[in-house]
């Protein structure tokens, strides 16, 4: 058994899109960086036997993904196999419940994890110098799904 680094490059978000009629995981093209939150809520469950120290028990459950990306035009035939930052942002204006994936390693057996959000915010930034970028913030609706790469 192995311990093997994941490079950066090997995490990444994937976005659910039709392509030739076929819902496909597509991966959100040049990203600089991304994040992946699961936040647990803590419910306090202190009681007078607890004694001087606190206690809590695990609440609900939530998570966001996000990520900063180059901004890039995809057209013709290259639409359908990336997803942009317009895309991104035309989903968000449609007020779109987009399905996700984000994938942690590119090997077989890497773990996937996939739900549902909606894209709560998009930011660019466009400098004299460089190329132009674009941030994302999707928040997670339901559960998170986890299964393993082909």
Known sequence: MALDKIQGRDIGIAVEKDVNGTPTFVLVGCVTDSTFDVDTEMD?????????????IGGQTGFTL?????????????KDANVTAEDLL???????????????????GSAWYTGSALISKSSFKGQLKGIATYSVTMQGSGPLVKSFAP
Do not use: H, P, W
């Open 66 to 78: 996000g990520g900063t990306l180059n901004v890039r035009q995809a057209t013709g035939a290259d």
């Open 90 to 108: 035309d989903i968000q204006l449609d007020n779109q419940m987009v399905q996700v994936r984000y994938r942690i390693g590119s090997k077989t």
């Open 44 to 56: 306090e469950a202190t009681c007078i036997a607890s004694g001087q120290f606190k206690e809590f």
